[in-house]
């Protein structure tokens, strides 16, 4: 267990609508970080907050959209869903722990759009 | 762009030691080096970093040649449930684990 909790695990919606997903990082970590990852394929990071700031973007959609709340828990917003979008989506913390940069993976909600 | 480069898959037996090369010609002298493991619908997990020469922990060693252009992830006496991805990335703080390439599908056989 990583200490990263996401919610929900699966969703399962049609497109054009619209969904949220949520997360919550280790206790103490100030940074979260959202991925894309499609079946078979490496992770395509999608944006990354820092304290309630957004601190990098990678290949996010503009139907896609995501915040950080003062409490440090985040939710990534996709609208306007297409069948591409079914994938399995992670979020992640970070941290520096005895000198080395590790980020910790929750266990991931698997979106399928149909 | 990915900054890496390793194989896309490889095969052993359970007891073998496993070596995953990686490739980074363009490492940035304040750039990492650091190996995630990935099972099939769970997130990646941190297995070990280095900068330079070796490194081991408890599962795996990183060795680092001296001018850091590769780098290799040995896993030794593999077990059935080493199968699973391994992604290499290199870079410093904490910019570099935005950039993930395909990873190396790693299947251990009986």
């Known amino acids: 267990d990583s200490g990263v909790t996401q919610t929900p695990k699966h969703l399962i919606t049609a497109t054009g609508q619209r969904v949220t997903l949520r997360c919550s990082p280790r206790s103490g970590d100030l940074s979260v970080y959202w991925y894309q990852q499609s079946l078979d394929q490496g992770l395509q990071f999608l944006i990354q907050?820092?304290?309630?700031?957004?601190?990098a973007k990678g290949n996010i959609l503009e139907r896609f959209s995501a915040q950080q709340f003062p409490d440090l828990h985040s939710e990534l917003n996709l609208s306007s869903l297409e069948l591409g979008d079914s994938a399995l989506y992670f979020c992640a913390s970070s941290a520096r722990l005895a000198g080395v940069y590790e980020q910790f993976f929750g266990p991931g909600t698997r979106l399928t759009v149909l | 762009l990915a900054k890496t480069t390793q194989p896309i898959s490889m095969d052993s037996y359970e007891g073998q030691e496993v070596n995953i090369t990686c490739s980074h010609n363009?490492?940035?002298?304040?750039?990492?080096i650091t190996w995630y493991q990935q099972f099939p619908s769970q997130g990646p997990r941190f297995i070990i970093q280095?900068?330079?020469?070796?490194v081991t922990n408890e599962v795996a060693s990183l060795f680092i040649p001296a001018d850091r252009k590769s780098s290799t992830l040995s896993l030794p006496r593999v077990s059935l449930s080493d199968t699973a991805v391994y992604y290499c990335l290199v870079g410093a703080d904490s910019n570099y684990q935005l950039i993930w390439g395909a990873g190396t599908k790693l299947i251990i056989k009986p």
């Open positions: 363009n490492i940035a002298t304040n750039d990492y």
């Open positions: 280095g900068y330079k020469t070796k």
């Open positions: 907050y820092y304290n309630g700031e957004e601190r």
